[in-house]
């Protein structure tokens, strides 16, 4: 075996009931961990009387989801040394039959690979992609993300249009089925903990890709997510993350120039973003945009102190060079 699964966990028995039986039944070369982030519910109970062959690994507090795998994969790579991949895989997920042996071929045949995701389609409306990576994940111009298959809100059905070529390069894959290489993951600096949770992995797989690492999405590996199972989609919180760890890692990795540029435009950009929440009657949304950005400035320096700087460049893969907020709310194109 070269491949450790980990499901990071956090008061997550009702989804690891649900999921974690066909983790197992379909993921028969890989050893499979739950990584529990100080759990207060019967998760450890759950596994250890029903998943004798699964490891569970416990942090005494809930480290975020940065923090909860990096604890993870330390614990693995002492107990498996010869291990080469790592899956980081969320709770919510329903990985179908056969997804992992095309990730960890193609990661085999290419050690250029530093990460790769599969196809995430939408557990509950299993003919659409799913939020959280779809078909594989691209940013615009302005830095802000979006998926093969999903535009914001707006999610396609998949109907094979990005089933060919089997491998594609992407800008960052899912967080929700991340698939590592451990070299790359190491000598890229690991997962940022003070981002805590959300856009982590695009942080992550652009450090990657500074150190001349491909991401790629694989059409032929399917798994199927619920979406939200953490922290949904309608959290104020998620918001809060969302704006704040999107101008973090601009700030950290885009070269000084262009993210001075790209942070004063998103501004008035957020600004724009949390009316849009106000008219729509979410004033909880509106104040988590206010609250990011004065929580970005207080990180700010933290983040641009050169210690922290390796290099910056602005990849090609996977880049959009224009603006999708345009394109999608003003062109509609």
Not at 158 to 179: H, N, R, V
Not at 260 to 289: E, Y
Request: net charge positive; hydrophobic share 40%; aromatic share 14%.
């Amino acid at each position: 075996m070269k491949t450790s699964v980990v499901i990071l966990n956090w008061n997550g028995v009702s989804w690891l009931e649900k999921f974690l039986p066909s983790v197992v039944k379909n993921t028969p070369n890989a050893r499979i961990i739950v990584a529990d982030n100080g759990s207060n519910d019967d998760s450890k109970k759950y596994v250890n009387q029903n998943h004798s062959d699964v490891l569970f690994i416990e942090n005494k507090v809930n480290l975020g989801y940065a923090g909860g795998y990096n604890r993870a994969v330390q614990e693995i790579v002492k107990i498996y040394p010869d291990h080469e991949f790592c899956v980081f895989l969320n709770s919510d997920v329903d990985p179908q039959k056969g997804w992992l042996e095309p990730l960890e071929r193609r990661m085999i045949e290419n050690p250029n690979i530093g990460a790769i995701q599969p196809k995430i389609r939408d557990y509950n409306n299993p003919d659409n992609f799913e939020y959280a990576g779809a078909a594989g994940g691209l940013i615009d111009k302005w830095g802000y993300p979006f998926a093969r298959g999903r535009i914001f809100e707006s999610l396609e059905k998949d109907k094979g249009q990005y089933d060919s070529p089997e491998f594609t390069k992407i800008f960052w894959a899912s967080g929700a089925c991340l698939m590592v290489r451990l070299s790359a993951f190491y000598e890229s600096g690991s997962l940022d903990e003070r981002l805590f949770a959300h856009m982590e992995e695009i942080d992550l797989c652009w450090r990657m890709q500074t150190q001349n690492y491909d991401i790629e999405s694989c059409s032929s590996s399917v798994v199927f997510h619920v979406g939200g199972g953490t922290l949904g989609s309608l959290s104020p919180k998620k918001t809060y993350l969302n704006f704040r760890n999107s101008l973090l890692i601009l700030c950290k990795n885009a070269p000084t120039s262009k993210a001075i540029k790209i942070i004063s435009a998103r501004l008035f950009l957020d600004a724009a973003a949390g009316f849009l929440f106000l008219i729509r009657l979410q004033p909880r949304h509106f104040f988590a945009v206010i609250r990011a950005h004065f929580s970005f400035y207080k990180m700010f320096t933290g983040f641009t102190f050169p210690s922290q700087i390796r290099k910056k460049v602005w990849p090609k893969n996977g880049t959009y060079d224009g603006s999708i907020v345009w394109k999608y709310f003003v062109s509609k194109n």
